[in-house]
């Protein structure tokens, strides 16, 4: 696993353990949209080869494209938050 920011992987693990606050739908609500682009700002300022995964997530912020780029900052830890 790649050495991400204690900031980026705390708003990742909200995000997931806040999916009924965060999600409608499976798809990011508009305070989901604030705390995700927050991380996705440091994601893509730290890790830069994240941004085309980062970019599908902005464009279609479904709980699976949502997932794919939490999973690459917390690994298994993801799919344990969300359950």
């Known amino acids: 696993m790649d050495d991400f920011g204690p900031d980026v ?3 990742a693990r909200k995000l997931i353990a806040g999916y009924l606050l ?9 305070d989901g949209r604030k705390l995700f682009e927050e991380m996705a700002r440091m994601l893509v300022y730290e890790h830069p080869e994240l941004k085309s995964l980062v970019r599908k997530a902005r464009r279609r912020p479904t709980l699976d494209n949502v997932m794919k780029v939490v999973e690459r ?11």
């Open 22 to 30: 965060y999600f409608a739908h499976d798809s990011l609500n508009s």
């Open 9 to 11: 992987r705390s708003l």
């Open 73 to 83: 900052v917390l690994g298994e830890e993801a799919r344990e938050l969300l359950r």
